[in-house]
């Protein structure tokens, strides 16, 4: 399972990213791929973001069970204390 969230970003890519994800709220994607495809849309919405921001959050063999990954500005940011996975407001 992942989810994607995106900020500011052209409405070509979300339009695009519902080949294979769900978006049950604007900016918001959510959907089950493999590892190969989820890799692959990141590296395409990094790419198309034009100044935006995404973050994904996908199952993981970690403490806590998912992994984050940021790019671009974003209204909150993913902060790495001691192995954990903590969202701070700026």
Known sequence: MMVLILERVPAA??????RWLLEP???VFVGRVSAMVRDRLWEKT????AGGGCV?????????GFQ???WG????????????LLVRMP
Do not use: F, P
């Open 13 to 18: 890519l979300r339009g695009e990213l519902t």
């Open 25 to 27: 709220k604007a900016g």
């Open 68 to 70: 984050i990954r940021s």
């Open 56 to 64: 994904m959050i996908h199952a993981s063999n970690t403490e806590q």
């Open 73 to 84: 500005r974003t209204a909150r940011v993913i902060e790495n204390y001691e192995g954990l």
């Open 46 to 49: 990094c790419r198309q973001a």
